[in-house]
């Protein structure tokens, strides 16, 4: 079966603290990962994605064949990164995006 | 450009009615996708149309449908509403050639 969990469902740091959100995944195949944030009273968007290998906001995500794991790592937290993140897998034959059920993360100043 | 827009943004309606759901793609985004999050299930997409062609079904009963024009524009309809039916339904745009999904601010419909 094609599942996303992330196992956390509040992460709560202090401010400059390091971040991890965990996401692990199930799918047989290459799969295709992505992070979303939400941000209060804002729309869902896009914030990484596996094959960009990029770093936004100082947010990294490493893909871990091995363990089946795409966490999402920030070594500083900052108050502005108050917000829901969502782990997403593509599935490549149905063309759905597969979301987690999320991790509400709170950083306190 | 301008975003991916979502009308109407609210909606009350009473079970056993019908409803339409409107979704502006962003300009030369030709997929459109739809999705409904809840409290309790979290974000489960329901399908999504390419080229005014449904390309991709969720496991949703046949009461939801939709429908793609040439311009790209999407509705959503779910028919004979029940009350689990009250949910924020959002839709994301994407351009070819490319897996970005953007997404609307959603349209929150209450069933009552």
């Known amino acids: 079966a094609q599942r996303v969990t992330q196992p956390e469902k509040l992460l709560s740091v202090f401010k400059g603290a390091p971040v991890e959100l965990k996401c692990n995944y199930s799918?047989?195949?290459?799969?295709?990962l992505f992070w979303y944030v939400q941000y209060s009273r804002q729309r869902l968007q896009l914030l990484l994605r596996?094959?960009s290998r990029e770093s936004i906001k100082g947010f990294t995500a490493d893909l871990n064949k091995g363990e089946t794991s795409f966490h999402l790592k920030k070594p500083f937290a900052q108050e502005e990164d108050s917000a829901m993140y969502y782990c997403a897998l593509l599935s490549s034959n149905t063309g759905k995006l597969i979301f987690g059920q999320g991790t509400t993360l709170q950083v306190k100043p | 450009k301008a975003g991916v827009t979502q009308t109407p943004r609210y909606l009350i309606k009473t079970r056993g009615q019908q409803v339409t759901l409107s979704c502006s793609p962003i300009s030369g985004h030709r997929s459109v996708s739809w999705y409904q999050q809840t409290p309790g299930q979290g974000l489960q997409f329901l399908f999504e149309y390419f080229s005014e062609t449904q390309r991709n079904k969720g496991n949703f009963p046949g009461r939801f449908s939709g429908r793609q024009f040439s311009n790209s524009r999407s509705e959503m309809n779910v028919s004979t509403l029940e009350l689990g039916d009250s949910a924020l339904y959002l839709c994301a745009s994407s351009s070819p050639g490319t897996n970005k999904q953007f997404f609307g601010p959603g349209t929150r419909l209450t069933v009552l």
């Open positions: 799918y047989s195949g290459s799969p295709e």
């Open positions: 596996h094959i």
